[in-house]
């Protein structure tokens, strides 16, 4: 089955500061995904992005598909957003079986 | 808020007892979906309904059994579990209807989960 590994494991930054998360997947991808999971455990999709680029405030992705690669960019982080970043893939489309990965602990600091 | 709510939202039980857990979606999406989330692991995709059928079914022992009465509800009924199964449970929906369904339609919106210990 596809691996979805992603980087860094962990990840602490200075309030204010900017990161780049990484998701590598070791086969070709209908869909993908962006999730936030807050302290709580509930989980927010951020982005459904299978290729090319996205933004929504603070946040961009960018999925280069034939490279296998997805990039989760924060700036200017805020305390809130402290949690853990998964993405998951898809490989066929409507097959309804998403892969997880193992996903980024990340915590701003104030 | 999601549009997706899970009850209950912290459950013990021991090993002989029965339980259930309940997930509503008011997204009118077709595919509904049971996760397991253990410490240290990503999450594990246990079932998904897609129209009320169930169309995957992850090699999940028989103690959890998934019930989809309509588009909207999905259960997961437990007993004789054991420590082991311990784990935040999370119920996802997605609007997808077919298996050529492709697009956004794919994307999948989370309950906020239920913590589960077994004693």
């Known amino acids: 089955g596809i691996q979805v590994e992603q980087s860094p494991p962990d990840l602490i930054l200075q309030e204010g500061a900017n990161s780049t998360l990484r998701c590598n997947f070791s086969?070709?991808?209908?869909?993908l995904q962006w999730f936030h999971q807050n302290p709580w455990g509930q989980l927010i999709n951020l982005f459904y992005i299978p290729s090319g680029t996205k933004q929504n405030g603070r946040l961009s992705a960018t999925t280069v598909a034939t490279e296998r690669y997805s990039l989760l960019y924060i700036s200017s982080s805020q305390t809130t957003d402290s949690g853990v970043y998964f993405c998951a893939v898809e490989k066929g489309s409507g097959t309804y079986k998403y892969i997880f990965g193992t996903g980024t602990r990340l915590k701003v600091l104030a | 808020e999601t549009g997706v709510t899970q009850t209950p939202r912290h459950l013990v039980m021991g090993m002989t007892n029965k339980k259930s857990l309940k997930c509503e979606q008011h997204l009118g999406h077709n595919a509904m979906y049971w996760y397991k989330q253990s410490a240290k692991k990503p999450l594990e995709l246990m079932f998904v309904?897609?129209?009320?059928?169930?169309?995957e079914n992850n090699s999940v022992p028989s103690r959890f059994s998934p019930e989809c009465p309509n588009s909207s509800h999905l259960f997961l009924h437990l007993h004789t579990l054991q420590p082991e199964d311990s784990a935040l449970y999370l119920c996802a929906s997605s609007q997808g209807t077919s298996r050529t369904t492709s697009g956004s339609r794919d994307t999948q919106y989370f309950g906020p989960g239920t913590r589960l210990t077994v004693l």
């Open positions: 086969d070709s991808v209908n869909n």
């Open positions: 309904y897609s129209l009320e059928e169930r169309v």
